[in-house]
């Protein structure tokens, strides 16, 4: 469905994205998470067509996106700054999209009056940083897009309307194959909804999987030994170990490896204390990036 390969976009000698790849099915919902200034926004711009990649390419049903009119007319872009024609209200906005998006629906759209209960009289830029977010997604699903790519989406959204929004986006992909690409720090809520996820940092992608696979192949163990240090020394040989500490007398790992391979390693050694316990994918987000040098750090202030 969505193709990116070999992509790079820099902005006066910085490179913003570099040389990444990205695969994403036809009626998934993608997670894009990364660190602060990892290109994560600029990759969804030029998803959408907005920004022109300096190397590499971008195919969107087999077509290129940038400068394809009928392409971006099945393509829709939330983004994290919602932006709205000036003193117009929510019907102006309507017969805007409706101009620019053929598969507009005219009838969902008066549904989905009911589901956001805003008066379309009512000017957007008056409204609250929330009820503009509902009604750049009232807008959005009316247009009935193949791809909606969204830059954290449910900011400003309490959670009943979060809730909402994403059985809405659900009843999309279930009836009509909607492909969703979405990037949020609220990676609890992505978890809940994401099938598929990569991970950015300065502009590349370290990891991309899916959620499921992600989460069974890292783990979080808590052993003590007997011979503590030379086990332990052992260990840090024999397993993929992302992050390490010690608690009293027993040692808290986080290791990335299948979890029978794990368990084969470590029982021989006969711990006196073995657990092996599920991540968040926050957790997994925090150790992942602690890998490569994106670590939380003691700060004294």
Not at 182 to 190: A, F, P, V
Request: a negative charge; glycine letters at 6%; aromatic letters at 8%.
């Amino acid at each position: 469905m969505i193709q990116v390969e070999n992509l790079t976009k820099s902005f006066e000698q910085e490179k913003a994205v570099e040389d990444l790849n990205i695969s994403v099915n036809k009626g998934s919902i993608y997670g894009l998470l990364g660190s602060n200034g990892a290109g994560k926004t600029t990759l969804l711009k030029i998803l959408a067509g907005i920004y022109r990649p300096d190397q590499g390419s971008v195919y969107i049903q087999g077509e290129p996106i940038y400068e394809n009119v009928s392409l971006k007319q099945d393509v829709v872009f939330i983004p994290d700054a919602l932006y709205f024609l000036p003193q117009a209200n929510i019907q102006q906005m309507a017969e805007f999209y409706k101009s620019f998006y053929p598969n507009w629906d005219q009838e969902r759209y008066e549904k989905l009056k009911q589901v956001f209960n805003i008066n379309p009289k009512r000017k957007v830029h008056r409204l609250s940083k929330g009820m503009q977010r509902q009604v750049a997604f009232w807008l959005a699903l009316s247009a009935m897009p193949s791809v909606l790519i969204l830059d954290e989406p449910i900011d400003g959204l309490d959670p009943v309307m979060r809730q909402k929004i994403k059985n809405l986006l659900f009843q999309d992909i279930a009836e009509r194959e909607l492909t969703v690409i979405i990037s949020s720090h609220n990676l609890r809520e992505l978890e809940d909804i994401c099938d598929h996820v990569g991970i950015m940092h300065k502009g590349t992608l370290q990891i991309e999987k899916e959620l499921d696979e992600l989460k069974t192949d890292t783990h979080k163990i808590q052993v003590a030994f007997e011979e503590d240090e030379e086990v332990k020394d052992q260990l840090t040989e024999e397993l993929n170990i992302l992050h390490e500490e010690k608690r009293g007398s027993v040692h808290l790992f986080i290791i990335r490896g299948n979890k029978w391979d794990i368990e084969k390693k470590i029982r021989p050694f006969q711990p006196l204390v073995f657990d092996m316990l599920p991540l968040t994918l926050e957790e997994i987000f925090i150790y992942e990036m602690g890998g490569i040098g994106y670590e939380i750090e003691n700060v004294l202030i």
